[in-house]
Nanobody, 124 residues
Framework: QVQLVESGGGLVQAGGSLRLSCVAS????????VGWFRQSPEKERDFVAA????????YYGDSVKGRFTISRDNAKNTVYLQMYDLKPEDTAVYYC?????????????????WGQGTQVTISS
């Protein structure tokens, strides 16, 4: 079992930045790939970014490419999502998820463990 806790969300103005954190406990975190997903009311869950076990391989959703950066510090059991140039359409609850297999990083169905989410609200 892996437990994930997100933090760092909040309310910022458009153009601002935030850094989300996903802290894991339980099994050795370095054996898990981690993805960030987001969901806003009445919308489907959206892939944001993913990072493999070592941090050497990353993927991004098209809407965040060039503005968001995913990274990890396995010594701290933490994955980060640095978000720049935030837009009102980035408003959502952001979730991190863990997967040991890296089967399909963009597909949330292949992740085994999920956090409770952190709210990000961008005002225009």
């Amino acid at each position: 079992q892996v437990q994930l806790v997100e933090s760092g969300g909040g309310l910022v103005q458009a153009g601002g930045s935030l850094r989300l954190s996903c802290v894991a406990s339980g099994r050795p975190f370095s054996t898990y790939a981690v993805g960030w997903f987001r969901q806003s009311p009445e919308k489907e869950r959206d892939f944001v970014a993913a990072i493999n076990w070592s941090g050497g391989n990353t993927y991004y959703g098209d809407s965040v490419k060039g503005r968001f950066t995913i990274s990890r510090d396995n010594a701290k059991n933490t994955v980060y999502l640095q978000m720049y140039d935030l837009k009102p359409e980035d408003t959502a609850v952001y979730y991190c998820a863990a997967d040991q297999t890296w089967r399909s990083p963009r597909n949330g169905r292949f992740y085994d463990y999920w956090g409770q989410g952190t709210q990000v609200t961008i005002s225009s």
